[in-house]
């Protein structure tokens, strides 16, 4: 979907590093998301926000920041990053809590 | 917790073949969404049920809503080289705040 960007695409660190990954959108979706995927796990939330200035944790949110100063804007930050914490990351947005969410196309991470 | 599972984790099929994947929850589900990752792509949504018993249909694909909503299936008539992918679903539990995504299905074609 043009209307959500993730930055960067892939992503080398080290453990201990701080790292943020970027997401955009055009559409004025009160609703974001993050996720990570993972062999065997599926997708799990991260942290969500329902509005700007609004976040919340999901299912996995230790070890990780979000912010959402714009409606716009949804950076996710892993501050002392860890090899567990190599995985593909997903952002998303929505209208509505309920409705479709659309994705980015999704930040690989690796954590050496 | 929240408890869905989605059955197979992985299906191969000669093309041609038919394909179903379930998605079963252990409570009560208001809305139930369906999406489609090809390989090193992102997930994308293609349909959602929110009625019990629901039946829709998308040219080969049949998602159907379970009576007591509480599970759902995905079923391919005739496979495609297309359809190779991950289908997962989505649901949204009665009071939660938001969609869990099951394990997902992998699906092969094989030509």
């Known amino acids: 979907d043009a209307g959500i960007t993730q930055s960067p695409r892939y992503k080398i660190t080290e453990t201990g590093r701080q790292v943020t990954l970027m997401c955009h959108q055009t559409w004025s979706h009160s609703y974001m998301f993050w996720y990570r995927q993972d062999l065997g796990h599926g997708l799990r939330l991260i942290y969500y926000s329902a509005a700007a200035d609004i976040t919340d944790k999901g299912e996995v949110p230790d070890g990780y920041v979000v912010s959402r100063s714009k409606t716009e804007n949804f950076p996710l930050t892993l501050e002392s990053a860890t090899r567990s914490q190599t995985s593909v990351y997903f952002c998303a947005s929505t209208p509505g809590q309920a409705q479709p969410q659309h994705f980015g196309d999704g930040t690989r991470l690796s954590i050496l | ?111």
């Not at chain 2, 293609?46 to 829709?56: D, F, M």
Request: with cysteine.
């Open chain 2, 1 to 111: 917790g929240q408890q869905v599972m989605q059955i197979p984790q992985y299906q191969h099929v000669q093309e041609g073949e038919d394909f179903t994947t379930y998605c079963n929850s252990s409570t009560t589900l208001s809305n139930i969404q369906w999406y489609k990752q090809r390989p090193g792509g992102h997930p994308v949504f293609l349909i959602q049920l929110v009625k019990s018993g629901e039946v829709k249909k998308q040219k080969r694909l049949t998602f159907q809503f379970g009576e007591a909503k509480k599970n759902s299936s995905l079923h391919i008539t005739a496979t495609q080289t297309t359809d190779v992918g991950t289908y997962f679903c989505a649901v949204l539990q009665t009071g939660a705040n938001n969609l869990f995504f099951g394990t997902g299905t992998r699906l092969t074609v094989i030509p």
